[in-house]
C-alpha cells in the first residue's frame, strides 16, 4: 500500500513576473524553471516524492509541418516548406526565406494582437482550394473559406505606404 504525505509546500512559478529568479525565457516557447530549494531525501528515508502541476497554461504555440502539409500553393507556384516543429517567428522567418528564394514577390507578416498571418504582395495573390498535401490551413486559409480560388491580401505601391 502506498502512503504519502504531502506537505503543504508551493512554489510558484509564474512567467508573467519579468523579475522572477526561476524562470528562464530561452524563447517565446521555451521556459526552463528551477525550484528555489533543491528536495533531498537520505538514501535511507523511506518517504517518496510526488510532483505535480496544480495548474498551467499552454498556448497553441507550435506549427508542425510534416507530408501532410508541407507546400504551400501560391498562384502557379508550390513551395515546399521543410518538415519540423515551429514557433510563430521561426516558422514566418523560414516562410519568408523560402517566398524571397521563389519567383514571387510576397512576403508574410505575423500581428501578435489578432493572431492573424498576412500575406503581402505588390500584385494578387491566387490560393487554390485545394491540393495535395497543402500548407494552407497552418496560415489559416481553410476549405470551408475557399470554394474558388481567393485572393488573400493585395497591397499596390500607392496603399503599401498609406
Given amino acids: 500500500m502506498f502512503n504519502a504525505k504531502h506537505s503543504n509546500l508551493k512554489i510558484f512559478l509564474d512567467t508573467s513576473q519579468s523579475n522572477n529568479p526561476h524562470v528562464s525565457k530561452l524563447d517565446n516557447a521555451r521556459y526552463l524553471f528551477t525550484l528555489p530549494n533543491p528536495i533531498v531525501l537520505a538514501n535511507e528515508d523511506e518517504h517518496q516524492i510526488t510532483l505535480g502541476i496544480e495548474s498551467m497554461s499552454l498556448p497553441i504555440t507550435c506549427y508542425t509541418v510534416n507530408d501532410t502539409n508541407n507546400i504551400l ?54 490560393f487554390p482550394a485545394y491540393q495535395p498535401s497543402s500548407a494552407h490551413r497552418l496560415f489559416g486559409i481553410t476549405p470551408s473559406t475557399i470554394s474558388k480560388p481567393l485572393v488573400y491580401r493585395y497591397m499596390n505601391a500607392e496603399t503599401a505606404f498609406h
Avoid at 514577390?105 to 492573424?116: A, E, G, Y
Fill in 73 to 126: 500553393y501560391i498562384n502557379d507556384t508550390s513551395i515546399a516548406l521543410t518538415h519540423g516543429n515551429y514557433n510563430i517567428d521561426l516558422f514566418v522567418k523560414h516562410v519568408n526565406e523560402l517566398l524571397a528564394a521563389s519567383s514571387l514577390s510576397v512576403s508574410i507578416t505575423f500581428n501578435d494582437i489578432n493572431s492573424k498571418i498576412t500575406f503581402e504582395s505588390s500584385s494578387s495573390l491566387t
